[in-house]
């Protein structure tokens, strides 16, 4: 069982950045591929971003490409997405999730996605 946790989120202004942080605990994040997905008020929830358990290979929505960077600490069983550059379009409730799949590939679907944190809030303001 993997027991993720999101934090970072807050209000910011357009054009700030942001850097949310998603830690495990239970187990070692290791051979899991973690995605970051968001959900705006009215919305599906969407993948924003993911990256292999090696960190080899990632996936960028296109609304974040240039903006958003994922990145990954496996001895500190933490994954970080970097927001720049801030929208308000990107106001939404962030969710990092883990999977054992996509060894060579993050997986893109949610329902690839196995474990789940409760979701941090991101607001940006025009």
């Known amino acids: 069982q993997v027991q993720l946790v999101e934090s970072g989120g807050g209000l910011v202004q357009a054009g700030d950045s942001l850097r949310l942080s998603c830690g495990a605990s239970?187990?070692?994040?290791?051979?899991?591929?973690i995605g970051w997905f968001r959900q705006a008020p009215g919305k599906e929830r969407e993948l924003v971003t993911a990256i292999t358990w090696s960190g080899g290979r990632t996936y960028y929505a296109d609304s974040v490409k240039g903006r958003f960077t994922i990145s990954r600490d496996n001895a500190k069983n933490t994954v970080y997405l970097q927001m720049n550059s801030l929208k308000p379009e990107d106001t939404a409730v962030y969710y990092c999730a883990a999977t054992w799949l996509g060894g060579s590939y993050p997986p893109l679907d949610s329902y690839e996605y196995d474990y789940w944190g409760q979701g941090t809030q991101v607001t940006v303001s025009s």
């Open positions: 239970g187990r070692t994040f290791r051979g899991y591929s």
